[in-house]
């Protein structure tokens, strides 16, 4: 077995700590590219979460205007049914009148009334 020399063991330690420091250099940046990756995936995810958290608002602010649409047609609707009742109801009791009219003239002919 050969001796090595001091200088050996301390050219050998230098030579690792520099093969050390090139691959710690190396590793802290990629790390910083991984950190900013990172950072900008995150920039990214926020961004799409507004954008999502903005459509949704905006389907959610369409949906109700559509459903006050909805509930002011069903009342314009029912009110015209009424309303129609209402009419039929009328001119159901004058046909009754009419008709008994007639029958006691004896077939004489009622007026249009619609």
């Given at each position: 077995?050969?001796?090595?020399?001091?200088?050996?063991?301390i050219?050998?330690?230098?030579?690792?700590?520099?093969?050390?420091?090139?691959?710690?250099?190396?590793?802290?940046?990629?790390?910083?590219?991984?950190?900013?990756?990172?950072?900008?995936?995150?920039?990214?995810?926020?961004?799409?979460?507004?954008?999502?958290?903005?459509?949704?608002?905006?389907?959610?602010?369409?949906?109700?205007?559509?459903?006050?649409?909805?509930?002011?047609?069903?009342?314009?609707?029912?009110?015209?049914?009424?309303?129609?009742?209402?009419?039929?109801?009328?001119?159901?009791?004058e046909?009754?009148?009419?008709?008994?009219?007639?029958?006691?003239?004896?077939g004489?002919?009622?007026?249009?009334?619609?």
């Amino acid at each position: 077995m050969k001796k090595k020399t001091i200088d050996e063991y301390i050219e050998k330690v230098w030579t690792t700590l520099d093969k050390l420091s090139e691959a710690h250099v190396k590793n802290m940046k990629d790390h910083e590219k991984f950190q900013k990756d990172i950072e900008k995936d995150r920039k990214s995810s926020k961004e799409k979460y507004r954008q999502m958290e903005k459509m949704h608002k905006n389907d959610f602010i369409e949906l109700k205007n559509m459903q006050k649409e909805t509930d002011r047609l069903i009342k314009e609707t029912s009110q015209q049914m009424k309303e129609t009742d209402r009419h039929l109801k009328e001119k159901f009791s004058e046909l009754k009148v009419y008709v008994g009219n007639v029958g006691r003239n004896n077939g004489d002919v009622a007026e249009e009334f619609f």
